[in-house]
């Protein structure tokens, strides 16, 4: 599919109008002549469908039912470049794999490689740069995926985790969506799939290589976390036998990755104390992986909007690990505190209302040479713009 021929002369309804719904916009008048383009930012209730022929719609708009009429930036992208895409999802890790993949096979491969996507790229925006042979490593959510009808050439589905039921109501619809990275692919086509992880239903007729976890440590990384061994597997794997790269061409490349911002980043020290940034961490497990990865780590914040998710893993955790000191904050902090209560006797749990009072107390209670990690276990919304907003406080509140 040409995406331009299949959006010109179309009546065009842009649904939302954050970052994809400009993007969507700037593209249609850079590469398009639709018939007429309208942008709407209300419920589903108040679109007139009739009078559109393609309404494209956000992906953070919930809209759990299925309409043809309906299409996406992602199902657009992928219906003219699917064979030059490698697509990766997972409830965790998905940025930080993306982002290895595109610095070793830009650097290994042979084939200029771009980076897009849920990373915060619209894949519309890099449309004049798809020319060639070049690839896209495109970074997919699983809003992104959920109602898309075609699959990247090579898809990645690192794991699945509890999480989005505030969206999806039910954990089947979370799970199909992360499916259709796979759904529609040919016997052409590659899945690299982690071990454990559900394919119930997933059809894909390609090659299917699952990635049991690494738990040596295999590859010489800069950036910190023993699950980006797990990670860094991926990325060997899909550039040595996909895209024939050299083997040792390709650990050089995955040392020279750094941690991505809000991903357990160092953000300083202050009065003898290191200081780290784990915003994206919005799942329970990503908190253990966590407090595993940071050096003499005393200090773990926790805490943000409730998603109604399981937390029984973190607090095992917490009542297993009575060597930290944890703070409680906001919706979730809150309930976690409140099923802790009378099982943590002796151990250092403190609830506090706001990011800034953690921060504060952190400070009192937090030893010279010791690291703190603000690692949520929750998202940011209900209190902050996103978890970069969120990251971005933590950092002001601790250098001030």
Not at 37 to 50: L, P, R, S
Not at 200 to 217: H, L, N
Not at 315 to 334: C, L, R, S
Request: hydrophobic share 35%; proline share 4%; net charge negative.
């Amino acid at each position: 599919m040409d995406i331009v021929q299949y959006l010109n002369g179309k009546r065009i309804l842009i649904w939302g109008y954050g970052r994809e719904g400009k993007s969507t916009e700037n593209f249609l008048g850079t590469y398009c002549t639709p018939a007429s383009v309208e942008i709407y930012e209300g419920d589903k209730a108040g679109i007139d469908e009739a009078k559109y022929d393609l309404i494209i719609k956000s992906p953070g708009i919930p809209m759990l039912e299925y309409d043809p009429k309906y299409t996406s930036q992602t199902e657009l992208f992928l219906g003219q470049f699917k064979d030059r895409v490698i697509g990766v999802t997972g409830t965790k890790g998905k940025s930080t794999t993306a982002t290895m993949l595109h610095h070793v096979l830009d650097t290994c491969s042979g084939h200029k490689t771009l980076l897009l996507g849920n990373i915060g790229k619209p894949c519309l925006d890099y449309y004049g740069e798809m020319e060639g042979d070049t690839l896209a490593v495109f970074e997919l959510s699983c809003h992104q995926l959920f109602h898309t009808k075609v699959s990247p050439h090579v898809a990645v589905l690192l794991n699945i985790f509890e999480e989005h039921l505030d969206y999806y109501k039910t954990m089947e619809n979370y799970v199909a969506s992360k499916h259709a990275i796979a759904k529609y692919q040919t016997p052409e086509d590659f899945l690299y799939c982690g071990a454990g992880v559900d394919l119930t239903g997933v059809t894909a007729p390609g090659k299917r290589t699952v990635i049991a976890p690494v738990t040596e440590k295999k590859y010489e990384l800069r950036i910190l976390g023993e699950q980006n061994q797990y990670n860094a597997e991926f990325v060997y794997r899909i550039a040595t036998e996909v895209y024939g790269c050299d083997g040792e061409a390709v650990k050089v490349a995955l040392g020279e990755v750094g941690n991505l911002p809000h991903r357990l980043e160092f953000i300083g020290e202050k009065n003898g104390v290191r200081y780290y940034d784990d915003s994206i961490a919005t799942i329970p497990e990503a908190v253990v992986c966590a407090v595993a990865a940071i050096k003499d780590v005393q200090t773990v914040i926790l805490g943000g909007m409730d998603r109604g998710i399981d937390y029984s893993v973190l607090e095992a955790f917490v009542k297993e690990h009575p060597q930290y000191t944890y703070i409680f904050m906001y919706d979730t902090g809150k309930r976690i505190y409140g099923a802790l209560q009378g099982a943590t006797e002796g151990q250092k749990c403190f609830l506090v209302e706001t990011l800034e009072e953690a921060v504060a107390l952190a400070k009192k209670v937090t030893a010279p040479g010791k690291a703190c990690v603000m690692s949520p276990a929750a998202p940011s919304y209900g209190v902050f713009k996103n978890f970069e907003e969120r990251g971005e406080k933590f950092k002001e509140y601790v250098m001030k």
